[in-house]
Structures are given as structure tokens and as C-alpha cells.
């Protein structure tokens, strides 16, 4: 059984079509919250930085995942979907991961795990989670089908990263969604590899 039929978003579906029926009914562009999503991820940098609040910026971090799926669902039920809205959509969540992790070093600048700065986790973090995102895009271009495979799609990714700082373990969730966003790059390498038929070019 391919690790996606374990998706988050099964869990949150009712909850993030509730929250979408709102901005459906009254009009609202699906890349108006895709922007929402970036100033909450941008006021969880904030808090994190001036206060330390490691349980308000979790709230954040899982508002901006919550709200990934909310976007999406407006664009379906408004009729609204378009491969400019996803394009927007997928270079959106991308600055605001970037925000998310890069916040937790300068916000505990002498932070260190495993012999690691937490400068040094955020920056394998944040590679792991872009090469899980490129593996899949270009796997896409050349034609691949069953791409959403690995258990650290980017609605987990938040999810733990959200839970762990709630619980005041935010440096320790850094860690854990690296070793989790590498894994499931390196499995996404091996998985399309397979699929990809061996034809040499002429």
C-alpha cells in the first residue's frame, strides 16, 4: 500500500471544507488565502523572535498547513482552479517555509543538536523539503504517474513541526522534520527512478 493513503489531509477534510464553505459562498480568490497563509507564517517568525513563544508560533505553523488545504478547496468548489493559481500556490508555500524554519535558528541563535548549529538544521531542512517538492515536479514533467508517495508530504512536515512546538520541542521538531523531509526525498529519488523507463537519447 503506497505510504499517501496515510495522508494528513484525510484526517482534516470535513474541518478544511467547513472552513472553505465561507469564502466560497462570498467570492473569495483562492490566491487571496494562499497570501493569508504567508502573513500568518510571517507573524509565527515574529512571535518566535520577539517572545520565544514556542506553543503560540506551533499554532501558526499548523494554521499556514491548515490553510494549504483551505486554498485548495475554494479553488475546486469556486471553479476557480488554474495552473497559474498552482503555480502561485506551490511558490507561496515554499517562502513560507522558509520563514517557518529559517525563524527558529535566528530565534535561538546559540541553539545546538547533535553538534549541529540549529543555523546548520534549518538549512538541511529546508533542502530536504525542496528536493521533496523538485523530485515530484519533475517527475510530473516527464510524464510519471502516482507521485504523492512518502510519509513526509509537506501537510505532515508542518504537522509535526506544529505539535512538537507546541509542546515547547521546537528545536527537537526541526530535527525530526528534517531526518523526515530528506527521507522522504531520497525515497521519492528512488520510487521515480523505477518508474522512469531507461531510453537513451539520440
Given at each position: 500500500?503506497?505510504?499517501?493513503?496515510?495522508?494528513?489531509?484525510r484526517v482534516f477534510?470535513?474541518?478544511?471544507?467547513?472552513?472553505?464553505?465561507?469564502?466560497?459562498?462570498?467570492?473569495?480568490?483562492?490566491?487571496?488565502?494562499?497570501?493569508?497563509?504567508?502573513?500568518?507564517?510571517?507573524?509565527?517568525?515574529?512571535?518566535?523572535?520577539?517572545?520565544?513563544?514556542?506553543?503560540?508560533?506551533?499554532?501558526?505553523?499548523?494554521?499556514?498547513?491548515?490553510?494549504?488545504?483551505?486554498?485548495?478547496?475554494?479553488?475546486?468548489?469556486?471553479?476557480?482552479?488554474?495552473?497559474?493559481?498552482?503555480?502561485?500556490?506551490?511558490?507561496?508555500?515554499?517562502?513560507?517555509?522558509?520563514?517557518?524554519?529559517?525563524?527558529?535558528?535566528?530565534?535561538?541563535?546559540?541553539?545546538?543538536?547533535?553538534?549541529?548549529?540549529?543555523?546548520?538544521?534549518?538549512?538541511?531542512?529546508?533542502?530536504?523539503?525542496?528536493?521533496?517538492?523538485?523530485?515530484?515536479?519533475?517527475?510530473?514533467?516527464?510524464?510519471?504517474?502516482?507521485?504523492?508517495?512518502?510519509?513526509?508530504?509537506?501537510?505532515?512536515?508542518?504537522?509535526?513541526?506544529?505539535?512538537?512546538?507546541?509542546?515547547?520541542?521546537?528545536?527537537?521538531?526541526?530535527?525530526?522534520?528534517?531526518?523526515?523531509?530528506?527521507?522522504?526525498?531520497?525515497?521519492?529519488?528512488?520510487?521515480?527512478?523505477?518508474?522512469?523507463?531507461d531510453v537513451t537519447?539520440?
Open positions: 500500500m503506497s505510504p499517501s493513503k496515510f495522508r494528513l489531509r477534510r470535513i474541518p478544511v471544507l467547513k472552513a472553505a464553505a465561507p469564502f466560497i459562498k462570498y467570492g473569495v480568490h483562492p490566491n487571496t488565502i494562499t497570501y493569508l497563509s504567508l502573513l500568518i507564517a510571517f507573524a509565527g517568525f515574529l512571535i518566535l523572535g520577539i517572545t520565544q513563544n514556542q506553543l503560540v508560533y506551533g499554532v501558526f505553523v499548523f494554521l499556514v498547513g491548515f490553510f494549504d488545504g483551505v486554498d485548495g478547496a475554494v479553488a475546486r468548489g469556486s471553479g476557480k482552479a488554474s495552473t497559474k493559481g498552482a503555480f502561485t500556490d506551490s511558490f507561496i508555500d515554499k517562502v513560507s517555509e522558509a520563514v517557518l524554519l529559517f525563524s527558529i535558528p535566528i530565534s535561538f541563535p546559540t541553539g545546538e543538536i547533535f553538534g549541529l548549529s540549529l543555523d546548520a538544521w534549518a538549512y538541511l531542512c529546508f533542502t530536504g523539503w525542496l528536493l521533496t517538492s523538485y523530485s515530484r515536479a519533475r517527475a510530473e514533467s516527464i510524464g510519471l504517474s502516482d507521485l504523492d508517495v512518502g510519509l513526509g508530504a509537506r501537510s505532515e512536515r508542518l504537522f509535526i513541526l506544529s505539535i512538537l512546538s507546541i509542546l515547547s520541542l521546537v528545536e527537537v521538531g526541526l530535527v525530526v522534520v528534517t531526518a523526515i523531509g530528506i527521507g522522504t526525498a531520497v525515497y521519492r529519488f528512488i520510487y521515480y527512478q523505477r518508474l522512469i523507463p537519447s539520440k
